[in-house]
């Protein structure tokens, strides 16, 4: 068992910390070492709006819509963005920023044709300039425009034409200027002369244009600014003659900073003079202590070779400073954020490896992308939070923002992580207001994760928002390194600590491993890890149940690929296998997909008895009426009773049973429809007797019991004010008699990652 310690890597990035083991001041727990939380200095998630909810009256509410990048009106109380899926920019108001309202959308038809593209946004006092990409596809011969759109009336007021293909917008703070990316992006599908698919140089080369925006929207005009390639070259830059500026930013005295992704290049700009101070490379770094194969596991051990950072969102600090996410592209990514100095253009400070171990802390590790970029930062803001400058830095592919003081640009210090929807890339700082808006691109209709806009408050007079707060569960380290977690699918109370449970990964993360779970603190910190091995060796299974024993060691409800494959195994302390329990034959010829689900443990020794519970129906068995399972350890018995499951009047969904939970006489059971965000109809905790007369044995229709409802957990979910989680698969009671459930993340495949883990105190 590998014993916890909060480590250099956490302890360097406490903020406000307050005595270990301190009760707060609601007379909760204490927070865990390291993640403390001060409410006058933290966000608070407030709400989290559907961008589909935002849709054209007729439109289909499954065609895909999502928010990419947002801007916000002087006073702070509308919110702009961009929905490429649908064509449109959309209008949301936050007059209320804990509910947030549709105020509706103008399409890119309305502005120009119906094929345009909205890239970017930005507002000027009462107009916002939208950005559209109008080439159609033609990489060649790419065209765009600026609109000016007066935002009480949502008429156009003005165009000028950009001569290329733009990417972001950036409006000075004195309002006079506006710089415009115009990337002219490359082909990813052509095949340069002596390069492969994909590669640079691929002619138009892009350039910067700055608009004047002096005097009535009439008269706005842009102006080209060109990057010297010569200048480029010596810089270093990756394919000189073909550079493509991605985004842009002001600082106070009015010059640029502009990234230039695939060239993996910085410049610096005069807006008012378009003179080119500066053009350097973005360089390159090599990263230890990462994971770099999609294999189902969270491996820390591996490197990245030295690549180039390719940074992709750039934003000033102070005005001498950029900080770059470096998401990547063609050729690189470091999986991090950088600070540059950039009058010397030399490296301040890199995130190296601390990025991507902050996703696996909190359980947003997402393996699918371990081979390619990791993490990909993407999205930047910086704002000020207190009168110190901050910086927050967007995951991409593991849906959270990191917040970090830059007071020293040498020494950033970690504050806080807020879980978004999935691909956060538009992060938008409202200072007046305290607030905070993330918009997520991805949209998943079919898998019922949609495009959001998340809403945060900084301050105390937000706090209390979120119930709980995310994360609700960490991990500490174990050999230098965070634990890693995800995809908890079992809980189970530790007999001989009041205070801890025990969870498990499912088959999303292998090998097996059985975790330990301090909840004495808040957030809970999984703190021991325990691999579950077969003659010595790890083994991957899919655990879907975990109940320790009283006479120590575990059964764990294991799922199958098919029904002979879903089994119970009884496990040593030490994580080793002791014994596999096969269902009857009967009983796994009539399981389909979902099978064995949860697990629970009533008496030791000879009078030890096993609970199970079956996901659904077996086949041939009454619609809707799933299986509790009794095994009687002494004897190697199995005993079957029905529950009955609700239903919901979604097409296409089901109900299911995912967890059981022995309550003195009686059982617990997790009852949950497949449904999630604001479709989810059903998430209950309910209470069935625990028989005293024999259940039935083979494929005999099991009398079904009677149930009552012990608790509704769809309040608990929505008290995050975050998306709705469909899984909630993990319930048991501690020794200190306080109910606990947890979300399964799927290990972040269709769904947004993040981890619920709900105190829901003593059941009546």
């Not at 579950?532 to 575990?554: H, N, W, Y």
């Amino acid at each position: 068992m590998r014993k916890w310690r909060l480590g250099a890597a956490v302890a360097t990035v406490a903020v406000l910390a307050v005595a270990c083991g301190a009760d707060d001041s609601t007379g909760g727990p204490a927070a865990a070492p390291g993640w403390e939380r001060d409410a006058a200095t933290s966000y608070h998630r407030l709400a989290t709006y559907p961008i589909f909810e935002n849709r054209p009256d007729g439109s289909d509410a499954e065609a895909q819509t999502s928010a990419e990048i947002s801007a916000v009106t002087d006073d702070g109380r509308t919110l702009i963005y961009t929905d490429a899926g649908g064509k449109r920019i959309g209008f949301l108001d936050l007059s209320d920023p804990r509910q947030p309202k549709g105020a509706g959308t103008v399409s890119l038809a309305q502005l120009g044709h119906d094929d345009d593209q909205p890239t970017s946004v930005a507002v000027v006092g009462e107009y916002v300039l939208v950005v559209v990409d109008s080439s159609g596809g033609d990489f060649a011969a790419p065209s765009g425009r600026v609109d000016v759109v007066r935002i009480s009336d949502r008429t156009k007021v003005h165009s000028i034409d950009l001569g290329g293909q733009p990417d972001s917008i950036a409006v000075s703070e004195d309002g006079e200027h506006a710089a415009i990316a115009m990337e002219n992006q490359r082909d990813e599908s052509h095949t340069p002369p002596d390069g492969e698919e994909g590669d640079l140089p691929q002619a138009p080369t892009g350039f910067v244009q700055l608009l004047d925006l002096s005097g009535a929207p009439d008269k706005w005009s842009a102006a080209q600014v060109r990057l010297d390639e010569n200048a480029a070259r010596t810089a270093g830059l990756a394919a000189p003659e073909d550079l493509e500026p991605e985004y842009v930013s002001f600082n106070s005295r009015g010059e640029v900073a502009l990234s230039l992704q695939e060239n993996n290049g910085i410049a610096i700009i005069d807006a008012a003079t378009g003179a080119v101070r500066t053009i350097f490379s973005a360089g390159s770094t090599a990263v230890d202590g990462v994971d770099v194969q999609k294999d189902g596991r969270i491996d820390q051990t591996g490197s990245v070779d030295e690549q180039p950072r390719e940074p992709d969102t750039i934003a000033w600090i102070g005005d001498d400073h950029v900080a770059t996410a470096n998401e990547g592209d063609w050729k690189g990514g470091t999986r991090g954020w950088t600070i540059f100095d950039v009058k010397t253009g030399e490296v301040v400070w890199d995130a190296g490896n601390s990025f991507e171990q902050l996703a696996v802390r909190v359980g947003l590790f997402n393996d699918s992308r371990a081979g390619k970029k990791g993490t990909e930062p993407e999205g930047l803001a910086v704002t000020e939070l207190d009168g110190k400058p901050v910086v927050l830095v967007g995951s991409e592919r593991s849906n959270f923002v990191a917040v970090y003081d830059v007071s020293d640009v040498k020494n950033p210090v970690f504050r806080q992580v807020l879980a978004t929807g999935v691909g956060p890339e538009g992060i938008v700082p409202i200072p007046a207001r305290n607030l905070l808006a993330i918009s997520s691109e991805e949209d998943d209709a079919e898998a019922g994760v949609r495009g959001t806009i998340s809403m945060f408050g900084f301050g105390a007079d937000h706090a209390g928002a979120a119930t709980p707060e995310f994360p609700s569960v960490v991990s500490a380290d174990a050999e230098g390194v965070p634990i890693g977690w995800g995809a908890l699918g079992a809980l189970s109370a530790d007999p001989a600590a009041a205070d801890r449970l025990f969870t498990a990964t499912d088959i999303a993360y292998g090998p097996a491993r059985i975790l330990g779970m301090d909840v004495s603190v808040a957030p809970a910190v999984i703190d021991t890890e325990v691999p579950v091995t077969e003659q010595g060796k790890p083994i991957s299974l899919d655990i879907e149940g975990l109940a320790a024993r009283q006479d120590g060691g575990f059964y764990l409800a294991v799922e199958g690929k098919d029904g002979p494959g879903n089994e119970l195994v009884r496990v040593a302390g030490d994580g080793a296998i002791e014994q596999r329990i096969a269902l009857p034959a009967e009983i796994a010829a009539g399981l389909g997909k979902q099978g064995l689900e949860g697990v629970a443990v009533q008496g030791s020794g000879e009078e030890e008895t096993v609970w199970v519970a079956v996901q659904r129906e077996l086949k041939g068995d009454p619609e809707g009426v799933a299986r509790i399972g009794k095994y009687v350890a002494k004897t190697g018995e199995w005993q079957w009773y029905g529950y009955q499951l609700d239903r919901t009047d979604v097409d296409g969904d089901w109900i299911g049973l995912s967890e059981i939970v022995v309550d003195g006489d009686s059982l617990l059971l997790l009852e949950r429809d497949k449904l999630n965000g604001p479709a989810a109809a059903l998430k209950s905790v309910t209470r069935v007797q625990i028989p005293t007369e024999p259940g039935v044995t083979g494929t005999t229709a099991p009398a079904v019991l009677a149930k009552t409802e012990a608790r509704d957990l769809l309040p608990d979910l929505r008290a995050t004010n975050g998306w709705v989680q469909e899984k909630v698969e993990g319930l048991t009671i501690a020794g200190n008699g306080e109910l606990f459930a947890v979300t399964d993340n799927d290990g972040l495949d269709d769904a947004t990652g993040e981890t619920v883990l709900l105190r829901l105190g003593a059941l009546d």
